[in-house]
């Protein structure tokens, strides 16, 4: 039989005991795990992977719209790095119904209904989708997630615009405009209507704002084509023109040393220019002649050329000749001659002619 007091100790024991149990428990335990309405997806799902460059605001359990309509909710949040695995990334996990079809290029968004309301996810599919649809594991890449802005970025946008200047500086822009326009109303009215018939005469010279566009666009295919052109010389050039500008400083100097030195231009020709007058008379005919001659030359060789190959050389394989008549310089006819047969005769058997 035990004694009261030890059976007082066992059952404080047991009680202390229960206590550290139930708090161990509570401890690990979080609101959302509860299931509380909202906070699960009612049926079968299936699980996407959505990444966000940022979730802050986003609490545990947030929903999940499709086209407005809820589709899941957000099972967690976790740190990894985007499909090109360069740049980390929030990824959220997301329980979606297994009836809803979502297309592989949807886009997803952290946003809230109202100004002061709760973040959450929605989704929107691209115009006219028709698949592929994302599976049971699925992403949605960060080329296609953005975060609306939030509540403390307007604000701090705000208080910026208020205290940075900017409305101070529109306003000085507003007076300037105002200032640049004349006091005058009639002059304004005419400077409007000037840049009217401006405006309407671009715009009827529509053909020639398309030439000089695209005289420009050549001009910048031809830039873009000579670009290792430019670049030599941009690179090269001005050290050549401080070269070239050294080398005139220099001949300039040089100039000026001998200034004291250098003779007048006029005390060289002016007393001389007779003789140089006599020189010239003379020596421009021999270039006149020398000139002509220059042009004449081809012909002349080619009509001695002619001259050798048709006449003088067949001649000599076969010299003779024939006496035809006999004139005197005046063109009439002489009288014939008395010859000496036997004395011509061997003339030309001297010469050759005849055998």
Same mark, same amino acid.
């Given at each position: ?8 100790? #066992? ?21 959302? =795990? ?7 997806? =009612? ?6 992977? +959505? &990444?966000?460059?940022?979730?802050? /605001? ?17 099972? &967690?949040? $976790? ?27 949807? $886009? ?10 709760? !973040? ?5 599919? @691209? ?24 509540? &403390? ?9 208020? #205290? ?12 300037? *405009? /105002? ?6 109303? %009639? ?6 209507? +000037? ?21 420009? *666009? ?7 084509? #000579? ?13 050549? +023109? ?5 080398? !005139?400083?220099?001949?300039? /100097?040089?100039? /000026? ?6 003779? @007048? ?5 002016? @007393? ?16 006149? %002649?020398?000139? $002509?001659?220059?042009?004449? +030359? ?6 001695? =050329? ?14 003779? !000749? ?26 030309? $058997? ?6």
């Amino acid at each position: 039989m035990r004694a009261p007091g030890a059976t007082m100790r #066992n059952a404080t024991v047991a009680a202390i005991t229960a206590m550290l149990v139930l708090v161990t428990g509570a401890c690990s335990l979080r609101p959302t =795990d509860l299931p509380l309405p909202g906070t699960r997806v =009612d049926g079968p799902s299936y699980a996407i992977s +959505v &990444e966000f460059p940022s979730v802050l /605001n986003l609490p545990a359990r947030s929903k999940v719209l499709f086209n407005g309509s809820r589709i899941g909710v957000l099972r &967690e949040v $976790r740190l990894g790095r985007d499909q090109s695995g360069r740049r980390r990334v929030a990824i959220a996990t997301l329980d979606i119904e297994r009836d809803v079809a979502i297309p592989v290029d949807s $886009r997803a968004e952290l946003t809230q209904a109202t100004l002061l309301g709760d !973040f959450y996810i929605a989704v929107t599919p @691209p115009p006219d989708a028709v698949g592929p649809y994302l599976g049971d594991g699925g992403r949605i890449g960060l080329a296609h997630t953005a975060v609306s802005p939030q509540v &403390e970025e307007l604000l701090g946008g705000i208080a910026a615009l208020a #205290n940075g200047g900017t409305v101070a500086t529109l306003q000085r822009v507003v007076t300037n *405009a /105002n200032k640049a326009f004349p006091a005058d109303v %009639t002059d304004r009215d005419t400077g409007i209507e +000037v840049l009217r018939a401006l405006i309407a005469r671009s715009a009827s010279e529509g053909e020639s704002v398309k030439k000089i566009i695209d005289s420009i *666009a050549a001009i910048t295919r031809t830039l873009d084509t #000579n670009a290792a052109k430019l670049g030599f010389a941009f690179d090269f050039g001005p050290r050549r +023109v401080q070269g070239a500008v050294s080398a !005139f400083l220099g001949l300039s /100097n040089v100039l /000026n040393a001998l200034g004291p030195n250098v003779v @007048p231009i006029g005390d060289l020709i002016i @007393p001389r220019y007779p003789t140089l007058h006599g020189l010239v008379a003379v020596v421009d005919p021999l270039v006149a %002649t020398a000139a $002509r001659l220059d042009t004449q +030359v081809p012909a002349d060789v080619a009509r001695l =050329d002619r001259m050798l190959r048709d006449r003088i050389i067949p001649w000599l394989h076969h010299p003779q !000749f024939d006496l035809v008549d006999v004139t005197t310089p005046d063109g009439r006819p002489a009288a014939a001659p008395t010859v000496d047969t036997r004395t011509l005769t061997a003339v030309l $058997r001297m010469i050759g002619a005849v055998r």
